[in-house]
């Protein structure tokens, strides 16, 4: 069975950091390309970031650019997403998922998901 | 960035009827669209993907059509259990993109 299980989420001041993580099993973890997929209280889903299987190729939305570094160590089965210079707007449930194409980061939905680990954003 | 635009908003439709979400690309994107189902208080599920495959063990009553920019999914016969919010997400490019969601109430 596919389990995702994130952590590290919690409260923190405007302009803090925060590192999440999310360990995975059930599957060849260094296969497939994961993503965070955030959403806000009462609001939709608004995928975060993303990185290819071997970590070659990164993506980010242009909400987070510049602020927000995903990694991950196949090693460990483990995906982090390490958050700087937070803001209010950052508050979220922030998902773990995977894809569902091994060795794709093109074309493939997200096939299976983690529960979410809650950040909240504030002074 | 792609954007995707998600109708109705909200829906009230009763067991067994017949419903239909539309969703619409800001470009063409081919077949490269997913629709999911979130339940309240759950994570998404994943019920379609390349516009029109269902994902196993997904119920056939959903459906998927469309290409280009307009897509929709269809619920053959309304469930009580269908009631959720169902976006839409495009898997053309990056960033990934999601539609607002469609939520959907049993009278």
């Known amino acids: 069975e596919v389990q995702l299980v994130e952590s590290g989420g919690g409260l923190v001041q405007p302009g803090r950091s925060l590192r999440l993580s999310c360990v995975v099993s059930?599957?060849?973890?260094?296969?497939?390309?994961m993503y965070w997929v955030r959403q806000a209280p009462g609001k939709g889903l608004e995928w975060v970031s993303g990185i290819s299987w071997n970590s070659d190729t990164i993506g980010y939305a242009d909400s987070v650019k510049g602020r927000f570094t995903i990694s991950r160590d196949n090693t460990e089965n483990s995906l982090f997403l390490q958050m700087h210079s937070l803001r209010a707007e950052d508050t979220a449930l922030y998902y773990c998922a995977k894809v569902g194409d091994p060795g794709s980061y093109y074309y493939t939905p997200i096939e299976s998901w983690g529960q979410g680990t809650l950040v909240t954003v504030s002074s | 960035d792609i954007q995707l635009t998600q109708s109705p908003s909200f829906l009230s439709a009763s067991v067994g009827d017949r419903v239909t979400i539309t969703c619409r690309a800001s470009?063409?994107?081919?077949?490269?669209l997913a629709w999911y189902q979130q339940r309240p208080g759950k994570a998404p599920k994943l019920l379609i993907y390349g516009a029109s495959t269902l994902q196993s063990g997904v119920p056939s009553r959903f459906s998927g059509s469309g290409s280009g920019t307009e897509f929709t999914l269809t619920i053959s016969s309304l469930q009580p259990g269908d009631l959720a919010t169902y976006y839409c997400?495009?898997?053309?490019?990056?960033?990934?993109?999601f539609g607002q969601g469609t939520k959907v109430e049993i009278k």
């Open positions: 997400q495009q898997l053309h490019s990056y960033p990934r993109t």
């Open positions: 059930g599957f060849t973890f260094g296969n497939y390309a």
């Open positions: 470009q063409g994107i081919n077949s490269y």
